[in-house]
């Protein structure tokens, strides 16, 4: 008669003499993916055969503030900065019974001469934090001579056991009352910044998650900042 020998790393035989699966030993068996801003929870209990989680947290990416300049004056504003993000790998004993999932929405555009607003944070439970990337500020004031403005450091402070800041925006420059140059938005880990504009318009949109916006242009007429790219949580399950 054959024998059926099987590998003790993968396989084990039960009390009941059934063959199967050691726990843990599975890998990847399932994604999920939190996308839309809000608070959610992971309930450990829907999973009975989860080993360990995979989480990574983005946070969301600051506004740009809204310009309006004066007629034949000239208003540039910098971008918003990036949203920070964290990753961690943790063991499903670590996980307490229930575990809020915060996504953090993109920063609203400034309107007006308005500050862009701030990202919000996204973590899961108090084991990934990821904080949200500054709004830009409304600070050059309408005018036709040379002048300059900073852009936003980009977020920091993260908990997880690998951390990133989200990425710094680019300064505002007014050469002229109808020379400008607005800033570029900050990136993120899984975003990108939206683009600079020397010709006048609202702020621009970023890709991605977590990226902030880049900042409005004004040679007269006035345009609303743009909002910042929401956060997203990602949590892979491994058996």
């Known amino acids: 008669m054959a024998?059926?020998?099987v590998c003790d790393d993968y396989f084990v035989v039960d009390d009941?003499?059934?063959?199967?699966?050691?726990?843990?030993?599975?890998?990847?068996?399932?994604?999920?993916?939190?996308g839309t801003p809000g608070t959610f929870n992971f309930t450990k209990a829907e999973y009975p055969w989860l080993a360990r989680i995979d989480v990574q947290v983005q946070a969301g990416g600051g506004g740009s503030a809204g310009a309006d300049a004066a007629a034949s004056e000239c208003v540039?504003?910098?971008?918003?900065?990036g949203g920070g993000y964290a990753r961690s790998l943790i063991e499903a004993s670590a996980l307490g019974a229930s575990e809020s999932v915060v996504v953090?929405?993109?920063?609203?555009?400034?309107?007006?001469?308005?500050?862009?607003g701030p990202g919000g944070n996204s973590s899961f439970g108090g084991l990934a934090l990821a904080t949200g990337g500054q709004g830009s500020d409304a600070s050059m004031l309408t005018g036709t001579s040379p002048t300059s403005v900073n852009g936003e450091t980009g977020a920091a402070g993260n908990i997880g056991q690998f951390s990133s800041g989200g990425g710094g925006s680019g300064?505002?420059?007014?050469?002229?009352?109808?020379?400008?140059?607005?800033?570029?938005?900050g990136g993120s880990q899984l975003g990108l910044g939206g683009f600079q504009r020397g010709a006048q318009g609202p702020g621009t949109a970023p890709r991605g998650r977590g990226g902030g916006s880049g900042g409005a242009l004004s040679y007269g007429s006035a345009f609303?900042?743009?909002?910042?790219?929401?956060?997203?949580?990602?949590?892979d399950l491994h058996g």
Do not use: E, K, W, Y
Not at 16 to 34: E, I, N
Not at 76 to 81: C, H, I, S
């Open 16 to 34: 009941d003499g059934l063959l199967c699966l050691v726990p843990g030993s599975m890998g990847l068996r399932q994604r999920l993916v939190f």
């Open 76 to 81: 540039a504003r910098g971008g918003g900065g």
């Open 171 to 185: 300064g505002a420059l007014r050469v002229s009352g109808s020379v400008g140059l607005a800033g570029i938005g």
């Open 3 to 5: 024998a059926v020998c």
């Open 224 to 235: 609303d900042g743009g909002a910042g790219g929401a956060g997203i949580v990602i949590i």
């Open 104 to 116: 953090g929405a993109g920063g609203l555009a400034g309107v007006g001469n308005s500050d862009g």
